[in-house]
């Protein structure tokens, strides 16, 4: 299996273009392999008689692992390779015998993660020692090594940091995910309604704010969409049974988090605001759990008091949606066949497209919005 | 409780929910949304601290008159503020 980037770890063998008694020669293509970046042919790379197929149309499995046995006249297609791998492990790469690029004679074996990598932290491959199979130098090989080295000590903020990691995920983000954009106004005013006359007889620390009457009927609604609510993980999506709900919590220095509230779905307002107003406050004081850092399912955000109309959010990967909710406003609105004022806000919803449409989005949409005209049963 | 020590304690509540901002560098009338990134999480906090601090209970339809350092120690000077 070869390595058609960096970052690629394993692809699938979809099709054989040839069977065992064919003449190949060098350059022709044999066969068919699905990675993240779509189908690609791979070609032979030297001339021969394919003898045996190693791994079946249709297996998924690392860079580098053996697919076929070309009976040839370089010693290296001769070699009796180990079995493939079926289930890889991150840390451990099998022996690099890539089709497309051969090693050139004399240099030390190192997997292309492991190159990229020794390129980007500055680490000579040559004299490392390497633990992947034959000696071969693997990823974790130059992570030691960079860690051993008298490398500077970084020296970037904290700020900065999170800034590469936001970076990072959104470029990915939109790099892999076919994101589709929905929108519609939701009127508010039985919601804060019922919610002012709620908080004008609690003390302070048991008042809700808008934002957690949002979270809940989001929540509430990913039961009946479940394409909305779960990961996309090697090339699948994985609908999530639980509903953690990421909440966009934006930080005085410019920073942005996302740290999940669990189980939203399940828990009443109360304990759901006292939850949010907790989670708000350590995010701005730097002290949140790794768990609400990871296990997030789907992200909420919204634009608060900026006086946005609507955000067109970008989805976190590996989730496969996001919802906004633009500024309250007060906007004319039709009211008894008259014209009307009504406190709304307009909410919004991203889906990837791979998992969801616009017409499972709409209907997403609509039933957040009916909560919301309910907030007595949220 | 005199204007001073009523400014102290507006100030404490303030750094308690967000300990990044310096007190020194506060503009007594310039409203609190309009000199930090303050939303209504973090007043909802003050409110609390404030609460904390003063006895004083402070209802939602009221939070408009806390909008600045000025305001707000005007605010709890009217509401009979007792300090911790």
Known sequence: MPSLGSDMEAGTLVEWLVKPGDAVRRGDIIAVVETQKGAIEIEVFQDGVVEEFLVPEGTRVPVGTPLALIDGDAGRAGDRAPAPNKTPSPAAQPKPQPVVQPQPAGAFRASPAARNLAGSLGVDLTGLKGTGPDGAIVASDVERAAGTAKAPPRTRSRGVEMQGAIAAAMERSKREIPHYYLSGAVPLEPALDWMERRNATRAAPDRLLAGVLFIKAVALALRDFPEFNGVWEQGEFRPSAAIHTGVAISLRDGGLVAPALHDADRKGLDALMAEFRDLVTRARTGKLRSSELSDSTVTITSMGEAGIDAVFPIIYPPQVAIIGFGSIVTRPWETNGGVGLTRLTTLSVAGDHRVSNGHRGARFLNAVRERLQHPEAL | ?84
């Open chain 2, 1 to 84: 409780m005199t204007e001073e020590d009523l400014k102290r304690i507006v100030l404490k509540a303030l750094t308690d929910v967000a300990p990044d901002i310096d007190p020194e560098t506060v503009e007594p009338d310039t409203k609190f949304r309009d000199q930090f990134d303050f939303d209504s999480m973090d007043f909802l906090n003050l409110v609390i601290a404030l609460h904390k601090a003063t006895g004083v209970d402070i209802p939602e339809a009221d939070y408009p008159r806390l909008s600045s350092l000025d305001d707000a120690v005007r605010y709890l000077q009217e509401k009979g503020a007792i300090g911790a």
